[in-house]
């Protein structure tokens, strides 16, 4: 399991959810050569973060590898994030310019530039996770969403960015990393999670609910989620998205008559 998160396919499953997704917010028609792209730009930028690892104590066993691994495993990260590049150039050239975009962020994110990684800043690394996964989703989308749900599904990303975090509390700290979910615990941050999750499930059905209940699958598989929760929160996180598509899914072929 371990390999599957170093080599970044739980994080690109969930961008191209997140991305499918506010396709369906829009009642747009997916475009599966771009989803393809953005899984692939998402693996390959991290893969990239992973191998610039910390090596201090106590480290997950993705972090260990990551550390055993790094040329290999930069030379996959090149050559997913140059994939990514051409499939954009075949569907929209001007995607392309996500592709530099996503690398400058992700060297601000997790390294020291002209100040220091953005990760480390305690109330800026679940935020910036966030708006980053939902700008790059959006720009995907031709920014056709408008900005009142983006900042809802901004908040839905956040919190998910948060949960991830309580799972690394433990080499956060060791590694001089200071986050939210450090500070909030384990049991506060499921609690504020579940209250952004809310708010922003109540702020998509609101805005979609002409056309979908995506909304209401947003809270509902959520809420499921939460006693999963002890396995891994990464996985249960990125995961979980998978469902709210499956769902709306099983929703347009209610409604466009294909289950009759």
Not at 81 to 103: D, G, K, N, R
Not at 162 to 190: F, I, N, P, R, V
Not at 235 to 252: I, N, P, S
Request: contains cysteine; hydrophobic residues 55%.
């Amino acid at each position: 399991m371990a390999w599957i998160t170093v080599l970044g396919i739980p994080a690109a499953v969930y961008v191209m959810s997140i991305t499918a997704l506010m396709f369906v917010a829009n009642d747009q028609q997916q475009s599966p050569f771009l989803l393809l792209g953005a899984g692939l730009l998402t693996a390959g930028i991290y893969i990239f973060h992973r191998c610039s690892i910390l090596e201090v104590e106590p480290m997950q066993e993705r972090h260990r590898i990551a550390i055993r691994n790094k040329k290999p495993l930069l030379l996959i990260s090149g050559v997913l994030i140059f994939l990514a590049l051409v499939v954009f150039e075949i569907c929209e050239p001007i995607f392309s310019l996500l592709v530099f975009a996503s690398i400058l962020g992700v060297v601000a994110y997790g390294r020291k530039t002209i100040t220091k990684p953005l990760r480390t800043y305690i109330f800026v690394k679940p935020v910036a996770v966030g708006i980053a996964i939902v700008m790059f989703a959006w720009v995907l989308n031709g920014m056709s969403n408008t900005v009142v749900v983006v900042v809802w599904f901004m908040m839905i990303s956040s919190a998910d960015a948060l949960l991830c975090d309580s799972a690394d509390c433990e080499y956060d700290a060791a590694s001089g990393c200071q986050t939210l979910a450090m500070k909030l615990g384990e049991h506060w941050t499921w609690i504020c999670a579940t209250a952004v999750y809310t708010v922003a499930s109540i702020g998509i059905y609101v805005a979609t609910s002409h056309s979908s209940f995506l909304g209401v699958f947003f809270y509902i598989v959520f809420v499921a989620s939460i006693p999963f929760r002890k396995i891994d929160s990464r996985y249960v996180v990125d995961f979980r998205l998978v469902l709210v598509l499956l769902l709306a899914w099983g929703e347009w072929m209610l409604w466009s008559g294909q289950l009759q």
